[in-house]
């Protein structure tokens, strides 16, 4: 079955920290990729995607992810997190065929500072 | 700046009640999706419409949820009767016609007594 799993479910980081959000999908064939960020009591906004290319994607307010075919993931980061991250992060993915969103379960990020 | 439009953004009301909620896609948009958002679940896709007819439902308890699009500025989701379990945060989100990116509504946030 199709699945896409974030394994961390809470995160606390201070300030200035790094951070690395994991993302695995399982699903034939060929996927576009994304992930979502949701601030609290907000809807969700896109904050980068990979459809085909550079494996290494670049979002918004200093995002990127990278594309690892095979390992079927599709990592978050960001070398220094702001207390302003604090939110919700969701990964994404559909199949090439179909627009349908397959959601994570989400990983609440907290920054502290 | 286009948005996704969604009323109501609250509603609370009573188990056997008829709910229905109204979304505003982005102009232009030929996709239209709903989702459900729920701690235990996450975000769950209901439905999805290109060119206003429905493609996938298969996420939406058919005996009391209804999804339709009347025209390409609106989609509805209808619940009949209404049951506490369907307190949730509904989604709805438009895609263009030419890209997989979903852009999401504020969302309707449901409560059920």
């Known amino acids: 079955a199709q699945s896409v799993s974030q394994h961390n479910h809470h995160v606390i980081l201070s300030e200035a920290a790094s951070l690395e959000l994991g993302c695995n999908y399982s699903?034939?064939?060929?996927?576009?990729l994304f992930w979502y960020v949701q601030y609290p009591g907000q809807h969700l906004q896109l904050l980068l995607k990979?459809?085909?290319?550079?494996?290494l994607v670049k979002g918004i307010k200093g995002f990127e992810a990278e594309f690892i075919k095979s390992k079927f993931s599709f990592n978050l980061r960001k070398p220094s997190v702001q207390w302003s991250d604090t939110a919700e992060y969701f990964c994404?993915?559909?199949?090439?065929?179909?627009?349908?969103?397959?959601f994570g379960k989400g990983t609440s990020l907290l920054v502290t500072p | 700046d286009a948005r996704v439009t969604q009323t109501p953004r609250h509603k609370v009301t009573e188990m056997g009640q008829e709910v229905t909620m109204r979304c505003q896609p982005i102009?232009?948009?030929?996709?239209v999706f709903w989702y459900r958002q729920t701690m235990m679940q996450g975000l769950e896709l209901l439905a999805y419409?290109?060119?206003?007819?429905?493609?996938?439902d298969s996420g939406m308890p058919k005996d009391r949820f209804s999804a339709e699009m009347p025209d390409a500025t609106l989609a509805t989701l209808k619940i009949q009767p209404s049951e506490p379990r369907d307190s949730a945060v509904y989604f709805c989100a438009s895609g263009p016609r030419t890209d997989n990116e979903q852009f999401f509504g504020p969302g309707t946030r449901l409560t059920v007594l």
């Open positions: 102009l232009g948009h030929n996709t």
């Open positions: 990979y459809f085909s290319g550079d494996p």
């Open positions: 994404a993915v559909t199949s090439n065929s179909g627009y349908a969103l397959n």
């Open positions: 699903y034939g064939g060929t996927v576009n």
């Open positions: 419409f290109r060119n206003r007819a429905p493609l996938d």
